[in-house]
C-alpha cells in the first residue's frame, strides 16, 4: 500500500498529535495496518482532535506555540487494549501521562481552535475504527495478542506535538513540530 507523504487536496480540519518514538511506534504502525489494511496514520496520542479552525492556520500554529510555551515534556506508558462501546473503536489505554493529555486539550480547545468534539476527550492511542462491527471482536483479540507479545518498553516521553492537517483523500500531513519547554521551572 502506498501511503505517499500526505500531499493532497488539503482541508479545514485539524488536530494537533504526539507520535510515538521510533521501535514503538513502528510496531503499532504495522499493527495497525495489519488491523485496518488500507490505515496509513502514524501512531499517535491525540491532544486536539480533527476540527476546522475559524481562524487561518498560521495564526492557530502561533496561538499553540505561545500556549505550549511553558508545558514541560511529560512521559507516557501505554496499557491494555480496549474498546469504545459506540463506535467499536479498538484503542490502547492511557496508564500514565492522561491527566496531563487532559490538561493540554482543555487548555488548548479554546479561541479559533476551539470546537465541541462529539464524545467526552479520553487519552488513548486509536488501532483501529470503521471496521465491519462482525470483524470488531476478531480484530480486538489479534490487537490483545500482538500487543502482548510486543517485548519492548511502553513508555516514552511526549517532549513534542506536531500540528496536522487532513486532505480529501484523509491523508493527513504535517504542518509543523511545536517543542515543549526545555525550561526548568522556577
Not at 507523504?5 to 482541508?11: C, D, H, L, Q, S
Not at 487532559?102 to 462529539?118: D, K
Not at 513534542?160 to 519547554?181: A, K
Request: hydrophobic content about 40%.
Amino acid at each position: 500500500m502506498d501511503c505517499g507523504n500526505g500531499a493532497g487536496t488539503r482541508i479545514n480540519s485539524f488536530a494537533l498529535v504526539a507520535y510515538l518514538p521510533e521501535a514503538l511506534g513502528e510496531y503499532l504502525d504495522r499493527l495497525r495496518a495489519e488491523l485496518v489494511t488500507d490505515c496509513c496514520a502514524k501512531a499517535h496520542l491525540t491532544v486536539l482532535p480533527p476540527r476546522p479552525l475559524l481562524c487561518p492556520p498560521d495564526e492557530a500554529w502561533q496561538k499553540l506555540n505561545q500556549k505550549l510555551q511553558d508545558v514541560q515534556p511529560f512521559r507516557v506508558e501505554l496499557g491494555e487494549i480496549e474498546l469504545f462501546p459506540v463506535t467499536q473503536v479498538i484503542y490502547l489505554s492511557v496508564l500514565k501521562g492522561g491527566p496531563e493529555l487532559e490538561r493540554l486539550h482543555v487548555m488548548l480547545n479554546s479561541g479559533c481552535l476551539a470546537f465541541r468534539e462529539p464524545f467526552q476527550f479520553h487519552p488513548h492511542l486509536t488501532l483501529a475504527q470503521g471496521l465491519e462491527p462482525a470483524g470488531v471482536p476478531a480484530a480486538a483479540t489479534l490487537a490483545a495478542r500482538r500487543w502482548h507479545d510486543f517485548p519492548g518498553p511502553r513508555q516514552f516521553t511526549v517532549d513534542h506535538l506536531t500540528f496536522v492537517q487532513n486532505t480529501l483523500e484523509n491523508r493527513w500531513t504535517d504542518l509543523r513540530n511545536i517543542p515543549l519547554s526545555t525550561r526548568v521551572p522556577t
